[in-house]
């Protein structure tokens, strides 16, 4: 069964309104208190829509989607870490918009019934994998700024640590 793009975004955004408030105490709709959430939750949920309008139908699941989140974060680190400038700008568009696919996976899941214990699992591993991709490869790139091992070292005693 294919759900049209309104129905996609109408159900997200009542759900991510929701979500936000009960679990971050943070109102999606206030602007002037959350300006940076407030754009960043609708552009995530506005390419999250696209996406799973796009693929509802497909072969593609919610867990590869997951993995998808987790391999752009890891490509991210490793292109933060590469002391090369237009690397390190796409790694950050990376980091930014990765998480669309976070935001999409779960939508797509409960979309096409596909909810399982092993796509929660890959979720919180893709947001694991993507903060400890980010930790190194900020560490490293601070150490190419400033040519201090101690940049590197603490970045892998924090991964390390947590």
């Not at 699941?61 to 997951?66: D, G, H, K, Q």
């Not at 190194?136 to 970045?155: D, M, P, Q, S, T």
């Amino acid at each position: 069964m294919a759900f049209s793009l309104k129905f996609i975004r109408k159900i997200y955004y009542k759900r991510q309104r929701k979500n936000l408030k009960e679990n971050f105490s943070v109102d999606m709709d206030d602007w002037f208190k959350n300006p940076y959430t407030c754009l960043k939750a609708r552009l995530h949920m506005e390419a999250a829509s696209i996406l799973v309008f796009i693929v509802q139908n497909t072969k593609i699941t919610p867990n590869f989607l997951s993995l998808t989140y987790a391999f752009l974060g890891a490509i991210g680190g490793i292109f933060l870490a590469s002391n090369n400038q237009s690397l390190i700008l796409i790694s950050l568009i990376l980091f930014f918009s990765k998480d669309v696919f976070d935001w999409a996976d779960g939508l797509l899941a409960r979309l096409t019934k596909q909810t399982s214990e092993l796509g929660e699992l890959l979720d919180n591993w893709g947001a694991q994998v993507g903060t400890y991709s980010f930790l190194c490869g900020f560490g490293i790139y601070l150490y190419h700024k400033n040519e201090e091992e101690y940049f590197a070292v603490l970045a892998i005693i924090i991964v390390l640590i947590k």
